[in-house]
């Protein structure tokens, strides 16, 4: 148990779909992320949310929305996604200190998303 | 372009030792972390190393070299359970994280 819960495990969805991804972190964290998981290759940062504002957008396509109503809640927000958009998409949090190399983030299990 | 460079794939017997080797070139360096991730299960921290030489946690260990720009993670008395990827991640000047695509370690019996 890590602290950090994601829902739903799986979706499947169609092109005109529209879905949300929930993560939730109990361990008292200020800041949240996303990450896209694909095959072989190396995890990439979506979107960083420090105290509930949002510090990096990774040229992420506007198809992905993010939503962090307070430091323990985060949201994906999907609409019309392309087959490519399929991966394992995970949400992590970390104790943001004054520039520590040490925040450690703290993963939660993911959602395995298919887009057909 | 910042890079992380780790193999792809390791075979290990159960029992044995395994070292899985991490080479990084990033644009400064405020520490590398390891981590383990099961199939379909959230990566889980296993270690911090910012200063250079080996960090011992039990079975596992980590070292670096700041000056090579090289970590690894050393693993010992293997078990079926270490059957997983290993992710290196490294943190650069501006504090953000680099991953690499990380290391399927495969432990037979």
């Known amino acids: 148990e890590t602290g950090v819960t994601q829902t739903p495990r799986h979706l499947v969805m169609g092109m005109t779909n529209k879905k949300s991804l929930k993560c939730e972190q109990h361990?008292?964290?200020?800041?949240m992320y996303w990450y896209k998981q694909s095959a072989k290759k190396p995890l990439e940062l979506m979107f960083v949310?420090?105290?509930?504002?949002?510090?990096e957008n990774n040229s992420v396509p506007s198809r992905f929305s993010p939503e962090c109503p307070n430091s323990s809640h985060l949201f994906l927000h999907l609409h019309t996604l392309q087959p490519e958009d399929s991966a394992l998409y995970l949400c992590?949090?970390?104790?943001?200190?004054?520039?520590?190399?040490?925040?450690?983030?703290?993963f939660g299990p993911g959602t395995r998303l298919t887009v057909l | 372009g910042q890079n992380i460079d780790q193999p792809t794939e390791m075979t290990a017997t159960e029992g044995a030792i395994v070292q899985i080797n991490c080479t990084y070139q990033?644009?400064?360096?405020?520490?590398l972390f390891w981590y383990q991730q099961h199939a379909g299960e959230a990566p889980t921290f296993l270690s911090y190393?910012?200063l250079d030489g080996l960090e011992e946690k039990g079975r596992f260990s980590s070292f670096l070299s700041r000056s090579k720009g090289y970590s690894y993670l050393l693993l010992k008395e293997l078990q079926m359970k270490d059957s997983a990827s290993y992710l290196c991640?490294?943190?650069?000047?501006?504090?953000?994280?680099?991953w690499g695509a990380g290391t399927k370690l495969i432990i037979k019996p």
């Open positions: 361990l008292g964290h200020n800041a």
């Open positions: 992590a949090s970390s104790q943001v200190g004054s520039h520590s190399g040490t925040d450690t983030q703290y």
């Open positions: 190393n910012v």
């Open positions: 991640a490294v943190t650069d000047s501006n504090y953000q994280l680099i």
């Open positions: 949310y420090n105290f509930k504002e949002q510090t």
């Open positions: 990033t644009s400064g360096f405020n520490g």
